[in-house]
């Protein structure tokens, strides 16, 4: 995949210094961040990588080219370098472009800059973004098209530098230091730029009810604190417990795992009840107060729980997963009433044709399959009777079946019914079930 460098000039009027990654780590003396920042970029950077400097007309005049400022003592232009001149000097292995952009003055002008970095963007790319002489708005848009990029065209982010010049101070006394002695730091902003991941996956899953990305996050988060402690840290430990648990869950719910959903809730709950300190993956600490505000409703009762997971699917538009839920939840409560193995596949067909049959007042005489076989009699009696003593499940029943097979059959039938109508049904179909059931919850 391509690296591609991206980063801003300024207008002003900078300092030479030396920037440092780290205490070890300190480049030569440069008047332009982006000296210390490409020469990180080329250590793993080939001839199919590409550099961006993207300036505004001033920023050309004054920085790109040579001898730009204006010398305040003298009242003349400055002799000194541009920053194309220093790049050249470097004699990286890859091309720099110095690319136009507008000032960022008014809406036009900002969609101008979108456009132009965005089309330099392809798709796989890796960038490094050097943040340190954006000015005004730049920075955020910068951001905003990055994250637009890594959905539109899977980008990743590798770095994220800012150089730090303002800690030595006034520009008036770093400039009666010595060279030598102006080490500014080089800051990596990379972690607080997950945090759009991290925006992404929380608004996925509480729209949604889909963990699947947080699970992910949270998991590289814990990864590398696990392989320090060689598996000892017990809030990583946790953060892994509660990411496994999440997608657990999720993918339960949407796949229409019953009895998975049931066990997965506990196990949410259970990784949650842990009481970490998780503040190391900050992001992850306010979503799981969220999430066990939302998990405290499960407690589980199969019957309950499965009720509870038709209206998480509701609450996040999973309609077809909820009504599947909640029918073969009422499958299930009859069955477990009569002692009966729910998971037993005929039992379960007993159970749904003979709910059939009551509903539509069909007669023993014309009841077919498994209903007409004498070997199920006493199996069929039990099940009828739990049935008379929640008769408003039969309504709700052929509701649910309506319901479920128009969709099951894309709409293929006669009057099928508008796509905004199943997501009232179901809430309706949820609430009387909860209610005919109300006192074996």
């Keep these: ?9 300024g207008t002003n009027d900078y300092l030479e210094c030396r920037y440092a990654a780290d205490p070890e780590e300190k480049s030569h003396p440069v008047r332009f961040v982006q000296e210390a920042t490409l020469s990180l970029f080329a250590k793993d950077a080939g001839q199919e990588d590409r550099a961006y400097i993207f300036l505004t007309n001033d920023a050309r005049q004054k920085n790109w080219e040579d001898d730009g400022q204006w010398d305040r003592k003298n009242d003349c232009l400055k002799k000194c370098q541009g920053l194309r001149t220093r790049i050249q000097r470097m004699d990286l ?4 472009e110095g690319v136009t952009i507008p000032d960022g003055h008014d809406e036009e002008q900002i969609w101008d800059i979108f456009d132009t970095v965005y089309q330099v963007l392809k798709p796989h790319d890796e960038i490094v973004f050097d943040i340190t002489h954006a000015f005004r708005s730049i920075p955020m848009i910068a951001i905003i098209i990055l994250n637009y990029s890594k959905v539109l065209k899977d980008v990743k982010l590798r770095h994220i530098h800012y150089g730090a010049f303002e800690a030595l101070g006034p520009p008036w006394e770093v400039s009666n230091k010595p060279v030598e002695d102006r080490v500014a730091p080089l800051l990596d902003l990379t972690p607080l730029a997950t945090l759009s991941d991290w925006i992404t996956a929380i608004d996925r899953f509480i729209g949604a009810g889909d963990a699947g990305k947080v699970a992910t996050l949270a998991r590289q988060a814990a990864m590398p604190v696990m ?7 017990a809030a990583a430990k946790a953060v892994k417990g509660i990411a496994d648990a999440l997608g657990s869950f999720s993918g339960n719910l949407s796949t229409c795992r019953g009895p998975e959903v049931v066990r997965s809730a506990a196990f949410v709950k259970e990784a949650l009840s842990q009481n970490m300190d998780v503040d190391f993956v900050r992001p992850l600490v306010p979503l799981l107060k969220h999430v066990k505000e939302n998990m405290s409703v499960f407690n589980e009762n199969p019957a309950h729980d499965g009720i509870q997971a038709a209206k998480w699917s509701l609450k996040h538009g999973m309609i077809q997963q909820g009504f599947t839920i909640l029918q073969e939840t009422l499958i299930s409560f009859v069955l477990t009433r009569c002692g009966m193995d729910e998971l037993d596949e005929k039992k379960r067909t007993i159970v749904s044709n003979l709910m059939g049959v009551l509903q539509k007042g069909t007669p023993e005489s014309e009841w077919k399959g498994y209903l007409r ?3 199920y009699a006493d199996q069929i009696l039990k099940c009828r009777e739990v049935i008379e003593k929640w008769p408003d499940i039969l309504g709700i029943w052929q509701n ?3 319901c479920r097979n128009d969709m099951n059959h894309a709409g293929y039938r006669k009057n099928p019914l508008r796509h905004k109508d199943f997501e009232p049904k179901l809430e309706s179909l949820i609430e009387k079930s909860e209610v005919s059931l109300m006192n074996s919850l």
Excluded: H, Q, R
């Design 93 to 96: 292995p890859f091309p720099v």
């Design 373 to 375: 076989e004498d070997k």
């Design 227 to 233: 392989a320090k402690s060689k598996g000892k840290d």
């Design 400 to 402: 649910l079946t309506n």
């Design 1 to 9: 995949m391509p690296n591609k460098y991206i980063s801003f000039l």
